[in-house]
């Protein structure tokens, strides 16, 4: 992918696993510079989910521990972010969820951010248990929740009763909710009941009518999250007002189900006569 974000770049052909991913950390490093230079952090995501092995959940933490060092290096305006499964938790989930604390310990001691990712409803009380075990160590941490869940509106209470930030997001992994129009009502109540709140928090959708209505918010409270591949002119726009923006940079070979989701993300939206934001 063209690092130099200010030229304009022809579309990527649908399909191709360089319009999501990365191929490596250097990569990802030079991906994140560039767009630091335009007011834009970045989420680093050291691909690797479904670790089958207790070998393929090492060496996954280790990439990731790579990454934290490699932002810390290179004074990258960056956070990490870790998926359970990657670290071992279909493997063993108390190996898994130690893995986590010392990843989030790693990311404290060298300055970096720190978050989870969410994922299927079988990993769902796994993972918010596993964030709020660093929280409750004094490890700073973010949390995705997913609002096509029906348990996300209590894990939204209990994590910031802990003082996790969430980031809110619809859910690429099917939740309770499918019609598309509900889990869009789910998300609106959810980041207005923090808005009136006051309570800082992170999203991360595409979705135009959301996106737009979240841009109305005092600056401050909400950082617009985007994918790598999408919303560039977006991206930019926002942060050129003062909002807050990240991408999400994913990198590695184990790149396949991330490329799936995201590419039956867009069959989704087209069927629905819908896009992203630009």
């Known amino acids: 992918m063209n690092n130099d974000v200010g030229a304009r770049q022809a579309p990527p052909m649908p399909g191709r696993a360089d319009r999501w991913t990365l ?10 510079r560039a767009r630091n230079a335009r ?8 691909l690797g989910e479904y670790a089958q092995s207790e070998r393929q959940a090492r060496e996954n933490r280790e990439r990731s521990s790579a990454a934290i060092a490699a932002i810390n290096e290179h004074a990258l305006d960056a956070s990490i972010t870790v998926k359970m499964t990657a670290i071992g938790a279909l493997v063993d989930r108390e190996a898994a969820r130690d893995s986590l604390l010392r990843l989030c ?3 404290r001691a060298r300055g970096v951010g720190f978050e989870v990712d969410m994922e ?28 096509s869940l029906d348990r996300t509106p209590e894990d939204l209470e209990r994590i910031l009763r802990n003082g996790i930030m969430p980031r809110l997001v619809k859910g690429a992994y099917g939740g309770n909710a ?3 129009e509900e889990v869009r009502r789910r998300f609106r109540g959810l980041a207005a009941g923090l808005l009136d709140r006051g309570v800082a928090f992170s999203t991360g ?3 135009p009518d959301l996106v737009a209505w979240l841009a109305q918010s005092p600056v401050g409270l909400v950082e617009f999250g985007f994918l790598m ?8 726009r926002l942060a050129g007002e003062g909002r807050a923006v990240a991408e999400y940079v994913p990198f590695g ?26």
């Open 105 to 107: 310990g790693e990311a």
């Open 253 to 278: 070979e184990q790149a396949a189900a991330y490329v799936a989701r995201r590419e039956a993300y867009i069959a989704g939206l087209a069927v629905e006569g819908r896009g992203p934001v630009p």
């Open 178 to 180: 499918v019609d598309l």
């Open 39 to 46: 007011g834009i952090r970045c989420i680093l995501d050291a």
């Open 23 to 32: 191929p490596d950390l250097d990569a990802a490093v030079r991906r994140c």
């Open 205 to 207: 959708t595409h979705d």
């Open 229 to 236: 591949g999408l919303a560039d002119e977006t991206k930019l």
């Open 120 to 147: 299927g409803r079988g990993l769902v009380e796994t993972t918010v248990e596993a964030a709020v075990a660093c929280a409750r160590q004094g490890l700073p941490v973010t949390l995705a929740l997913q609002a």
